[in-house]
């Protein structure tokens, strides 16, 4: 039986670049899908499981870096970066935020097909990614679907629990300081973490702990910070 060729998704505000690039991978024999928006992408991401992603830089809604350290969150499809920006710094912040290749524009086919040719042969044959779930003890975290369960029954998160959470299981058994937790939810927010992740941390225990008085998965480091345990 005969597989499905590579699926391909393109995440660019621009039409006309997104045509030309489904027309220089379709030529290659890609299944090809396409997203305006970063949160059309993630969106479109969870649903077909793209076996690479192609990304713009400069997208109306959020920054091409922060789509790229979600999409880290839950999928190593590989990622490869189209931006007219040059900056080996910005390079440097793509591939530290998970980016595995950076194509500047203007670009040729060929040169798209080629690069995106070497992330497919250099990626896990596990293109399915069943490691977006995240499964401890009870509690089930689908990072890709943004869906929670708790014993078996759905568990509704606001957008700033469902960040902290996120940031919780995708650093499993380690130490996060205030700071970092800060960062990752909040980004660049002004406020006391303290009292911003005590108010959250109590929220999301009610909602995932059995006993939130003497949570299993969410503890306290004293004067550090959380750690979500997946033991125990």
Same mark, same amino acid.
């Given at each position: 039986?005969?597989?499905?060729?590579?699926?391909?998704? @393109?995440?660019?505000?621009?039409?006309?670049?997104?045509?030309?690039?489904?027309?220089?991978? *379709?030529? *290659?024999?890609?299944? @090809?899908?396409?997203?305006?928006?970063?949160? *059309?992408?993630?969106?479109? +991401?969870?649903?077909? #499981?793209?076996?690479?992603?192609?990304?713009?830089?400069?997208?109306?809604?959020?920054?091409?870096? =922060?789509?790229?350290?979600?999409?880290?969150? !839950?999928?190593?499809?590989?990622?490869?970066?189209?931006?007219?920006?040059?900056? =080996?710094?910005?390079?440097?912040?793509?591939?530290? +935020?998970?980016?595995? =290749?950076?194509?500047?524009?203007?670009? /040729?086919?060929?040169?798209?097909?080629?690069?995106?040719?070497?992330?497919? #042969?250099?990626?896990? +044959?596990?293109? /399915?990614?069943? /490691? /977006?779930?995240?499964?401890?003890?009870?509690?089930?975290?689908?990072?890709?679907?943004?869906? @929670?369960?708790?014993?078996?029954?759905? @568990?509704?998160?606001?957008?700033?629990? !469902?960040?902290?959470?996120?940031? $919780?299981?995708?650093?499993?058994?380690?130490?996060?300081?205030?700071?970092?937790?800060?960062?990752?939810? !909040?980004?660049?927010?002004?406020?006391?973490?303290?009292?911003?992740? #005590?108010?959250?941390?109590?929220?999301? #225990?009610?909602?995932?702990?059995?006993?939130?008085?003497?949570?299993?998965?969410?503890?306290? *480091?004293?004067?550090?910070?959380?750690? $979500?345990?997946?033991?125990?």
């Amino acid at each position: 039986m005969v597989g499905l060729p590579p699926g391909i998704l @393109v995440i660019d505000d621009e039409p006309q670049l997104r045509r030309a690039v489904r027309h220089a991978l *379709e030529a *290659e024999g890609y299944r @090809v899908s396409e997203a305006a928006t970063a949160r *059309e992408g993630l969106d479109v +991401a969870a649903a077909t #499981r793209p076996d690479a992603i192609v990304l713009d830089l400069g997208l109306p809604d959020t920054d091409g870096i =922060d789509v790229c350290r979600d999409l880290r969150g !839950w999928t190593q499809a590989p990622i490869l970066v189209l931006s007219a920006r040059h900056e =080996d710094d910005q390079k440097v912040a793509l591939l530290d +935020a998970g980016a595995d =290749d950076y194509v500047t524009k203007p670009f /040729s086919p060929d040169e798209l097909r080629a690069r995106l040719r070497a992330l497919l #042969r250099r990626a896990p +044959a596990t293109a /399915s990614d069943a /490691s /977006s779930q995240v499964r401890c003890g009870t509690l089930v975290v689908d990072l890709a679907r943004r869906t @929670v369960t708790r014993a078996g029954a759905s @568990v509704h998160l606001t957008p700033t629990e !469902w960040e902290l959470l996120r940031a $919780f299981v995708t650093n499993p058994d380690r130490t996060l300081t205030h700071q970092q937790l800060f960062k990752a939810v !909040w980004g660049n927010a002004f406020g006391d973490a303290q009292q911003y992740l #005590r108010v959250y941390v109590g929220q999301l #225990r009610r909602k995932i702990e059995d006993d939130p008085v003497r949570p299993r998965y969410i503890k306290t *480091e004293p004067a550090v910070g959380y750690r $979500f345990e997946t033991a125990g």
